[in-house]
Nanobody, 122 residues
Framework: QVQLAESGGGLVQPGGSLRLSCAAS????????MGWHRQTPGKQRELVAA???????NYGDSVKGRFTISRDNAKNTVFLQMNSLKPEDTAVYYC????????????????WGQGTQVTVSS
């Protein structure tokens, strides 16, 4: 079993930046892909970004050019650098991890964190 612990959420003004972190522990030997999804009340969870252990990435259309996903494989940690934040980025951000990249992309990963709130407001 894999445990995921997110950190770095908070309140930021429009145009500002935040950096989220997600550390994996437990049975991490089987983890290839990690990623971030976000969700707001009444809406489906949507892909923010995903990354393979070898470094290949995918981004949701609404964050391309503003967000960057990266990972430290030695520390089993994935990061999400969020720049030029907008009020519509306000959501709970969830970290996920799986053996298969496709599962992370589609939001069907086996392992999920508890979520961290990001609020973009003046």
């Amino acid at each position: 079993q894999v445990q995921l612990a997110e950190s770095g959420g908070g309140l930021v003004q429009p145009g500002g930046s935040l950096r989220l972190s997600c550390a994996a522990s437990g049975s991490v030997f089987n983890i290839n892909a990690m990623g971030w999804h976000r969700q707001t009340p009444g809406k489906q969870r949507e892909l923010v970004a995903a990354i393979r252990s070898a470094g290949g990435t995918n981004y949701g259309d609404s964050v391309k050019g503003r967000f960057t996903i990266s990972r430290d494989n030695a520390k089993n940690t994935v990061f999400l650098q969020m720049n030029s934040l907008k009020p519509e980025d306000t959501a709970v951000y969830y970290c996920s991890a799986d053996r298969l990249f496709s599962r992370v992309l589609t939001g069907t990963a086996d392992n999920w964190g508890q979520g961290t709130q990001v609020t973009v407001s003046s």
